[in-house]
Structure formats: structure tokens, C-alpha cells
């Protein structure tokens, strides 16, 4: 596998782009992704029980195993906007296939922003007639269009060899605020030109989003608006695959890495952030122990902000370790912070101070845990909690 310089719109087939129709002030607020041919497609859907319209529109139209075209604006959530809301959905599915020349039923939405507004429309049926389908394309402006609060895109591509065939996975995501999964205020595409089946495409699309976008944190919240999908084409021409046979796995480790990268790439751009961090949990009695647990210590306040402060405040991991929910042993536990042992058998160790400091001043930071209970590993991904989070969030709707 080798990762290269791409866009969503590598893999052979899809098509991209973004541009700027006036739901907000300046940036770039509405980007289409579709495809040659209908495309295998799996999907996950945010958990809050309050579901914004075009998420409710997307699962029905991916329940039907096939789609061709995904229209996304930002800047406006379209959630709890009422059966007006559900209506605008439907619009932005309609133009969008008008304007592509296929069937509606093939056209998932998506919105990301500002609760309880109703979309304004006009603009949004401008914005669809100024998407390119020509050379004009310009698939990183997708990657751009989607973003809020975001201070970076967030994208990765990567090629392997599967059946004799050379494939594309590329990803794309937004978030960072509101994000804590069972799915968080977070968008991610994937576009492949791998040929699967929608079915082990969805059982894929779930076990994987286990370990990588349900284990982020970066405020606690769970979003009205979240959703994943990838889209399938089969244009790579490989044997098409059906069971969870060799190229199955090659094509999960493809998947795995992009999702992987997307998920680390939110975290690491959370609201204000300086630091990302990250908790590996070894030597657990399950996977879901050591993911439980990684989890509760990266979404616990207060290590997020003694890691803003560089305090190496190992109390806060242990107690968050205590309230995970998991039974351990505390005396079995040794705590790694960035790198330095500071817990072992229930003692607190000496450290070099000025070691921690600066190992502490470093962008990214690693937590480890060893809990000596069984063989199970898990890990998590989340930011530091600054001044500028609450900042951001403070004046985010004014």
C-alpha cells in the first residue's frame, strides 16, 4: 500500500467539486462528489436520537444499496427545521439528479452547520447550476467546501495492488467541534473504485468506524448532523468481491488507514487545539475494554487541559481510568505520559521534570497504558482543551 498526493476524486471514475454560493459570508459552501456509474455504498449515521432531514433522507436512499451522486453544503445544518427541512432535503436530491441526468433515488445529501435554520434555497439551486462536470472540475475545492469551524482540510488517498488490479481509496472529512461518536458533527466520504458488494461494504464501513471514528473525542458532544459513506464503483475492474476472502482483507487494510488518518486529522483540528493525544490501552481483558477505557481518558476535561497546561497531572488519567467503567486491578496499572513511566504496581515514579516539559510542548502526545489483565488493545484520539475552545463556541452562533 503506498499513500499518495490525491483528492476524493482519485479513484477511476468519480468526480468533484466545490464552490462558493452564499450560505456564508466567504468560503467556499457547496460541493458535489459522483461517480461515472452507481457505486456500491455503505453509510453511518450519527446516534443522537434528534437526526437533522438529510440524514434522514441519505438512510433511506443508501438502505437501497446503490448511488451515484452526494450533494453537501455547509454553513446551514437543515436540522430541526420540520417537514419544510425534510422538503429542502428532497430539493437538494432533485436538482442534483436533474442536473447530473440520473435517478433521484441514486443522490444522498448532506449539511453541516448552523441549527434551526431553514436552508435558503434560492441560493442553493444557484449554487447546483454553477457546479462544474468539466475540466473545470476542481475536487480540492470539495475537500474545502465542507468545512466549518475546521482550520484545515483533511484528506487522504491511498493505492495498492488487489487482484491483479491497481485501487484507489481516497477520503475526506470534516469536524472540529461538537464531536464525541457514537458518531460526532463530522462528514467523511470515501470513494473507491474497488468492486464489492453493498453488503460487505456495510459490514466493513461498521467494524471499522468502531475503531477509528467512534474513538475520537474532542468536546463530549454527539452531533445532529454526522454521517460516513463510501461509494464503491467497481471501475478498477477487479473480480468483484462477495466474501471475506484474501482481497477482502487487503481492500479492510486500504479502508482502515484512510479511516484511520480522517479520524486523527479531526482530533488533531479540534476547536482551538494545540495538541493532539493519544491514548493506547494494552494488556486489557477485550478490545472494547482497552477501547472503553483509551476513550474515557482522552474525553476526561481535565487531562485534556492538564495537556493544554503541560501539567503531567498522571492523577487525571488514573481516575479516568477508575470511572471507565472497566474493572482492573490499580496496582497492575503502569502509566506512560509522553513518553515517561509516572505509574507503576499503584506508586507514583520519579521523572525528570524539564524532560516532561518539553516532551509535553510537543504537538502530538502519547499516553500509554499497561493494565496487565489480558492481551486486548485499544486506542483514541482526541485534542487539548484552550482557552480558544470556549472562545469559539462562545460567539459561534452570533
Same mark, same amino acid.
Given at each position: 500500500? !503506498?499513500?499518495?498526493?490525491?483528492?476524493?476524486? &482519485?479513484?477511476?471514475?468519480?468526480?468533484?467539486?466545490?464552490?462558493?454560493?452564499?450560505?456564508?459570508?466567504?468560503?467556499?459552501?457547496?460541493?458535489?462528489?459522483?461517480?461515472?456509474?452507481?457505486?456500491?455504498?455503505?453509510?453511518?449515521?450519527?446516534?443522537?436520537?434528534?437526526?437533522?432531514?438529510?440524514?434522514? #433522507?441519505?438512510?433511506?436512499?443508501?438502505?437501497?444499496?446503490?448511488?451515484?451522486?452526494?450533494? $453537501?453544503?455547509?454553513?446551514?445544518?437543515?436540522?430541526c427545521t420540520g417537514e419544510e427541512g425534510l422538503a429542502n432535503a428532497k430539493q437538494m436530491q432533485v436538482l442534483t439528479s436533474e442536473k447530473l441526468g440520473i435517478d433521484a433515488s441514486l443522490v444522498a445529501v448532506?449539511?453541516?452547520?448552523?441549527?434551526?435554520?431553514?436552508? %435558503?434555497?434560492?441560493?442553493?439551486?444557484? /449554487?447546483? %447550476?454553477?457546479?462544474?462536470? @468539466?475540466?473545470?472540475?476542481?475536487?480540492?475545492?470539495?475537500?474545502?467546501?465542507?468545512?466549518?469551524?475546521?482550520?484545515?482540510?483533511?484528506?487522504?488517498?491511498?493505492?495498492? %495492488?488487489?487482484?491483479?488490479?491497481?485501487?484507489? $481509496?481516497?477520503?475526506?472529512?470534516?469536524?472540529?467541534?461538537?464531536?464525541?461518536?457514537?458518531?460526532?458533527?463530522?462528514?467523511?466520504?470515501?470513494?473507491?473504485?474497488?468492486?464489492? @458488494?453493498?453488503?460487505?461494504?456495510?459490514?466493513?464501513?461498521?467494524?471499522?468506524?468502531?475503531?477509528?471514528?467512534?474513538?475520537?473525542?474532542?468536546?463530549?458532544?454527539?452531533?445532529?448532523?454526522?454521517?460516513?459513506?463510501?461509494?464503491?464503483?467497481?471501475?478498477?475492474k477487479n473480480v468483484e468481491i462477495t466474501e471475506k476472502n484474501t482481497a477482502y482483507l487487503a481492500f479492510k487494510e486500504m479502508l482502515r488507514v484512510v479511516l484511520t488518518e480522517l479520524a486523527k486529522l479531526i482530533?488533531?483540528?479540534?476547536? /482551538?487545539?494545540?495538541?493532539?493525544?493519544?491514548?493506547?490501552?494494552? =494488556?486489557? #481483558?477485550?478490545?472494547?475494554?482497552?477501547?472503553?477505557?483509551?476513550?474515557?481518558?482522552?474525553?476526561?476535561?481535565?487531562?485534556?487541559?492538564?495537556?493544554? =497546561?503541560?501539567?503531567?497531572?498522571?492523577?487525571?488519567?488514573?481516575?479516568?481510568?477508575?470511572? &471507565? /467503567?472497566?474493572?482492573?486491578?490499580?496496582?497492575?496499572?503502569?502509566?506512560?505520559?509522553? /513518553?515517561?513511566? $509516572?505509574?507503576?504496581?499503584?506508586?507514583?515514579?520519579?521523572?525528570?521534570? !524539564?524532560?516532561?516539559?518539553?516532551?509535553? &510542548?510537543? !504537538?502530538?502526545?502519547?499516553?500509554?497504558?499497561?493494565?496487565?489483565?489480558?492481551?486486548?488493545?485499544?486506542?483514541?484520539?482526541?485534542?487539548?482543551?484552550?482557552?480558544?475552545?470556549?472562545k469559539i463556541n462562545a460567539l459561534y452562533h452570533t
Open positions: 500500500m !503506498e499513500k499518495i498526493k490525491g483528492t476524493i476524486a &482519485s479513484p477511476i471514475g468519480f468526480h468533484a467539486d466545490g464552490i462558493h454560493c452564499g450560505l456564508k459570508r466567504k468560503k467556499l459552501d457547496l460541493g458535489w462528489i459522483y461517480s461515472d456509474v452507481p457505486a456500491s455504498v455503505a453509510g453511518v449515521f450519527t446516534t443522537n436520537q434528534v437526526q437533522a432531514a438529510p440524514i434522514k #433522507q441519505s438512510k433511506e436512499v443508501i438502505q437501497g444499496g446503490k448511488i451515484q451522486g452526494i450533494l $453537501v453544503n455547509s454553513g446551514n445544518a437543515n436540522a448532506a449539511s453541516t452547520g448552523v441549527i434551526g435554520h431553514q436552508l %435558503e434555497m434560492e441560493k442553493i439551486v444557484a /449554487g447546483v %447550476e454553477m457546479l462544474h462536470q @468539466s475540466d473545470a472540475q476542481q475536487p480540492e475545492n470539495f475537500q474545502k467546501a465542507i468545512l466549518t469551524t475546521d482550520t484545515t482540510e483533511k484528506a487522504v488517498t491511498v493505492t495498492a %495492488e488487489i487482484d491483479g488490479k491497481q485501487v484507489t $481509496v481516497a477520503g475526506c472529512s470534516k469536524g472540529s467541534g461538537m464531536i464525541h461518536p457514537n458518531m460526532a458533527t463530522m462528514l467523511g466520504f470515501v470513494t473507491t473504485d474497488i468492486a464489492i @458488494s453493498s453488503e460487505l461494504l456495510q459490514t466493513l464501513l461498521k467494524e471499522l468506524t468502531e475503531v477509528t471514528f467512534n474513538q475520537i473525542t474532542v468536546d463530549g458532544d454527539t452531533s445532529t448532523n454526522d454521517m460516513v459513506v463510501v461509494m464503491a464503483n467497481g471501475l478498477a482530533a488533531k483540528d479540534g476547536e /482551538g487545539a494545540t495538541k493532539l493525544i493519544e491514548v493506547d490501552v494494552t =494488556g486489557a #481483558q477485550s478490545a472494547s475494554d482497552a477501547r472503553m477505557i483509551a476513550k474515557s481518558i482522552v474525553g476526561s476535561m481535565l487531562v485534556k487541559s492538564a495537556i493544554f =497546561g503541560k501539567d503531567p497531572n498522571w492523577g487525571r488519567i488514573l481516575c479516568a481510568i477508575g470511572y &471507565s /467503567g472497566i474493572s482492573f486491578d490499580p496496582t497492575n496499572v503502569t502509566i506512560e505520559l509522553a /513518553g515517561l513511566p $509516572v505509574f507503576k504496581a499503584g506508586e507514583p515514579l520519579e521523572f525528570d521534570a !524539564e524532560q516532561m516539559e518539553g516532551n509535553l &510542548s510537543e !504537538e502530538e502526545i502519547k499516553i500509554g497504558v499497561y493494565l496487565n489483565e489480558g492481551t486486548s488493545f485499544g486506542q483514541a484520539w482526541g485534542c487539548d482543551l484552550t482557552y480558544d475552545y470556549v
